[in-house]
């Protein structure tokens, strides 16, 4: 018991000194709860979640990405985790599931006829 009050003595003193109008940070405070984010989509590998954040990021959409390293480290976690988790702000979940859902292969199959000398010609 004496060891844990010199201990917290210690972490209080390297904290730097409190003025009379701000408060000490408490760690955890201030951080959105976990509830307030929705899994929009799970991948069994990082690559394709950072594409997809990617996107969602080009269309002003902030998203977190979960257990990514713990996948990363070991791939056989990936099915025990249900994969890397891509979360939204749960006001977003629904512009960022259509932004997913957008498919645009259709524009990159017409961009694959053109060459670029082409377009000079």
Do not use: C
């Not at 976690?77 to 702000?89: E, F, P």
């Not at 599931?97 to 694959?112: C, G, I, K, N, Q």
């Amino acid at each position: 018991m004496i060891a844990f009050a010199a201990l917290t003595r210690l972490a209080l003193s390297l904290l730097p000194p409190a003025r009379n109008d701000e408060e000490l940070p408490i760690p955890g405070v201030g951080l959105p709860d976990m509830d307030e984010f929705v899994t929009v989509a799970t991948y069994d590998n990082s690559t394709d979640a950072h594409i997809a954040l990617g996107r969602l990021s080009a269309e002003g959409i902030e998203a977190l990405l979960f257990d990514e390293q713990t996948v990363q480290m070991d791939w056989l976690y990936a099915i025990a985790l249900g994969g890397v988790k891509l979360r939204v702000a749960r006001g977003d979940e629904i512009a960022a599931r259509r932004v997913l859902a957008t498919d645009y292969s259709a524009a990159l199959s017409d961009m694959d006829g053109e060459h670029p000398d082409d377009a000079q010609q």
